[in-house]
């Protein structure tokens, strides 16, 4: 048996847990819509953002929750929206 497994937490970085993590954990900025993703009904599904930390640009994607889909009228391109991001990697980062 392998000592180190033994004492290793288990790799469990679900999406659901990178979520909750950035909402406990992550810092705030601000961050505009650059584009938006609509699945076959015409629904806004995906949102594409911009933001900047320490002087550095960074664009990402983010698929709506459920909660989120239910005010995709908030998500127009060009509309400014709130970002929490990990400082340790600022390219992890999700729309609030």
Same mark, same amino acid.
Do not use: H, K
């Given at each position: 048996m392998?000592? &180190?497994k033994l004492f290793r937490r288990p790799e469990v970085d679900t999406e659901e847990?990178? $979520?909750t993590r950035l909402l406990r954990q992550g810092r705030i900025t601000d961050g505009m819509i650059?584009?938006?993703g609509v699945d076959a009904d015409d /629904?806004?599904?995906?949102?594409? &953002?911009t933001y900047q930390h320490n002087g550095v640009d960074y664009? =990402? =994607?983010h698929t709506l929750d459920d909660a989120? /889909?239910? /005010?995709a009228a908030d998500y127009p391109p060009g509309a400014t929206v709130t970002i929490r991001?990990?400082? $340790?990697v600022p390219s992890? =980062?999700?729309v609030v």
């Open positions: 392998n000592l &180190f847990a990178r $979520r650059i584009d938006v /629904r806004t599904v995906i949102i594409y &953002f664009e =990402s =994607s989120q /889909r239910g /005010r991001f990990d400082p $340790r992890n =980062s999700i």
